[in-house]
């Protein structure tokens, strides 16, 4: 893949090169030079770490807006597990699809009803497939950038269905050109998004040449616009037909719940991620069935585009699939129905996730070996204290910087005192030499005049 896109945007205005988003980087996709912060493109995996940790918001995620929705004549809202953790307890999950017409689409696909098939399919793939322990959910986008860039060992681990979002935007658009008569390329599917990485991944997907969302809208911004909604949703048509398991695919564990079959293990937060996807590089997880891997703490409703404090948001979902369960639905997709959308494809990625090689150092595989040997000796000279002040976020990434000719050696501050000391002592060492024409020995030393 030559070029990529990035949700992940850099105002260069407001950046202060403080040095907050180098340190927080899973990826170390970032540097900071001449006073200002540099995404490595190659490396960026949209995670939006960088969007948390940036206190000047000189981080942010490029979305779609609202404004999207006039330039197709039928739309449909794909709101996240996640959405419905934003609205307070006194609000039915009824009421908060509601709301959402009230923004300004003409229909809604729960992603929940999505999630609960995609789990139907993860339990029938792991009955079927005889692939090595542990499989690594495919649910979220970060995480599989983040395996591209980091673990493409572990390529082989994730399991190749789609996510929620992209089965309801098939089942959507499949339903609305039922319903509605009206051609495809004139329904428009928006995904309610609260995170960048799921922006990167309507805009340039793995796993499919072409995502069947058309654009992916703010959290922040489509509750802001449907809150005030809220008390006037009109009854009529019933939205809401997700169960409580899908919506609770919003919250860490809510995957493994819906799951449930075999030995499985969640984890959350980009850099516990990371932690644990080095003891499965290292084949310490075989007895682990099924990874489910999350970048944001807490799952989808600590993503960075959320309005809703977390811990808040995951009471929310937990009061709102109570509602769910108290009004006893009907699941809705029988086993005949789920088995059937199993054997049509629709949950089977189209394409294998390639490996992203992110470290190149020559094209010419002698010269690329010889850069590796500088890149070590470079490395031994330096302080490895990892401080992030020479603007690369490890002394290892600054070495490697340098050989890359990103970088200088004094960048390193402790290098640069070093070489000050040194050009100090030299000078001083300079300064009391005198040529010899104008020494002037002193006493017996005096050289007598010739008469």
């Known amino acids: 893949m030559g070029q990529y896109f990035h949700s992940v945007t850099l105002d260069r205005d407001k950046c202060r090169g403080c040095t907050n988003c180098i340190k927080r980087c899973p990826t170390e996709a970032i540097r900071v030079r001449e006073g200002k912060a540099r995404i490595f493109e190659e490396r960026c995996i949209d995670c939006g770490e960088c969007i948390r940790a940036c206190p000047n918001h000189a981080k942010s995620a490029l979305t779609d807006r609202l404004e999207r929705l006039s330039e197709f004549e039928y739309t449909v809202a794909l709101p996240a597990p996640s959405f419905y953790g934003q609205f307070r307890r006194t609000s039915t999950p009824e009421t908060v699809l509601r709301a959402l017409l009230g923004v300004g689409f003409d229909d809604i696909f729960e992603v929940p009803v999505a999630a609960s098939a995609v789990g139907y399919a993860v339990r029938t793939f792991m009955n079927q497939a005889s692939r090595t322990r542990p499989l690594i959910s495919s649910a979220c986008p970060a995480v599989l950038r983040l395996i591209q860039v980091r673990f493409p060992a572990l390529l082989d681990h994730i399991i190749p269905l789609e996510s929620p979002m992209e089965v309801s935007a098939q089942l959507a658009r499949k339903r609305a050109e039922a319903a509605t008569g009206i051609p495809r390329e004139r329904i428009g599917v928006f995904f309610v998004t609260p995170c960048a990485a799921k922006v990167t991944a309507v805009k340039q997907p793995v796993g499919r040449a072409k995502s069947a969302v058309d654009g992916a809208i703010s959290m922040s911004e489509v509750y802001g616009a449907a809150v005030s909604h809220l008390k006037d949703a009109e009854s009529g048509r019933r939205f809401q037909v997700a169960l409580a398991s899908g919506l609770g695919w919003g919250r860490a564990g809510g995957e493994n719940a819906e799951i449930d079959q075999g030995e499985l293990l969640a984890v959350d937060g980009i850099h516990n991620v990371i932690t644990v996807l080095t003891e499965v590089e290292k084949g310490r997880l075989t007895d682990v069935d099924f990874l489910e891997a999350q970048a944001c703490v807490g799952g989808c ?142 006493g017996s030393e005096r050289t007598p005049e010739v008469g």
């Open 301 to 442: 409703i600590g993503g960075p585009l959320v309005p809703e404090n977390p811990f808040v948001a995951r009471a929310n979902i937990k009061a709102m699939a109570d509602m769910v369960d108290s009004g006893n639905p009907r699941p809705p997709f029988g086993e005949d129905e789920l088995a059937a959308l199993y054997d049509s494809g629709v949950f089977t990625m189209v394409e294998t996730i390639p490996p992203r090689p992110v470290l190149k150092l020559d094209e010419d595989v002698t010269r690329a070996m010889a850069k590796v040997e500088r890149l070590e000796e470079t490395l031994a000279r330096l302080p490895n204290l990892d401080c992030g002040s020479c603007g690369s976020p490890t002394c290892r990434s600054l070495a490697e910087d340098i050989v890359r000719g990103l970088a200088f050696e004094t960048d390193c501050l402790f290098k640069l005192r070093e070489r000050v000391r040194d050009l100090a002592a030299e000078m001083k060492e300079l300064a009391e030499k005198v040529p010899p024409s104008m020494d002037q020995p002193s």
